[in-house]
T-cell receptor, first 113, second 112 residues
Framework: DVKVTQSSRYLVKRTGEKVFLECVQDMDHENMFWYRQDPGLGLRLIYFSYDVKMKEKGDIPEGYSVSREKKERFSLILESASTNQTSMYLC????????????FGDGTRLSIL | QKEVEQDPGPLSVPEGAIVSLNCTYSNSAFQYFMWYRQYSRKGPELLMYTYSSGNKEDGRFTAQVDKSSKYISLFIRDSQPSDSATYLCAMRSYQAGTALIFGKGTTLSVSS
């Protein structure tokens, strides 16, 4: 079974802080994704990566950056956290062939005060 | 028109009922269709995955794709309280690579 692990289930930070969300997958997947999920808006893609050190912007990259130094780890960085970044953050991964589905972690519920 | 439309519900049914969940889409290039189930405070878990048109059955779950109508469905037979969750449809075209387009999810409640 694919295992996607997000380092924190719940996180509370203050406005202006730099926040790191970590995601690790154990299946040697090339592709990794960061989404945020908000009531009424569904899942929105922030960034994705198709290889080490490679990244692509998704639909809502503003205020975020990412890092992929190792294949198994994909980090989401909130450069200067703001209250409108309070959300559920979900990481997903999938193996190379694009006919495979994505597998998700359990999410990090982030509150910015 | 949004790419993927899904009625958010909530949908409430008694235990044992047949449930029908649906999504419509506008992009005729979509070829891969998925249903995810998401329990409260958990990440989405893959339930069904189909390619192109047709039906796929797995236990009490049946996924149906009608590409001519741009319409996909998930049927749940003999629904159980443990089926209470949010169901997300997702789809992708081959040309778009690995990026998924999600519906907003339908919340289902099955009462015993």
């Amino acid at each position: 079974d694919v295992k996607v692990t997000q380092s924190s289930r719940y996180l509370v930070k203050r406005t202006g802080e730099k926040v790191f969300l970590e995601c690790v997958q154990d299946m040697d997947h090339e592709n990794m994704f960061w989404y945020r999920q908000d009531p009424g808006l569904g899942l929105r893609l922030i960034y994705f990566s198709y290889d080490v050190k490679m990244k692509e912007k998704g639909d809502i990259p503003e205020g975020y950056s990412v890092s992929r130094e190792k294949k198994e780890r994909f980090s989401l960085i909130l450069e200067s956290a703001s209250t409108n970044q309070t959300s559920m953050y979900l990481c997903a991964s999938l193996t190379g062939p694009s006919n495979q589905p994505q597998h998700f972690g359990d999410g990090t519920r982030l509150s910015i005060l | 028109q949004k790419e993927v439309e899904q009625d958010p519900g909530p949908l409430s049914v008694p235990e044992g009922a047949i449930v029908s969940l649906n999504c419509t889409y506008s992009n005729s290039a979509f070829q891969y269709f998925m249903w995810y189930r998401q329990y409260s405070r958990k990440g989405p878990e893959l339930l069904m995955y189909t390619y192109s048109s047709g039906n796929k059955e797995d236990g009490r779950f049946t996924a149906q794709v009608d590409k001519s109508s741009k319409y996909i469905s998930l049927f749940i037979r003999d629904s159980q309280p443990s089926d209470s969750a949010t169901y997300l449809c997702a789809m992708r075209s081959y040309q778009a690579g690995t990026a998924l387009i999600f519906g907003k999810g339908t919340t289902l409640s099955v009462s015993s």
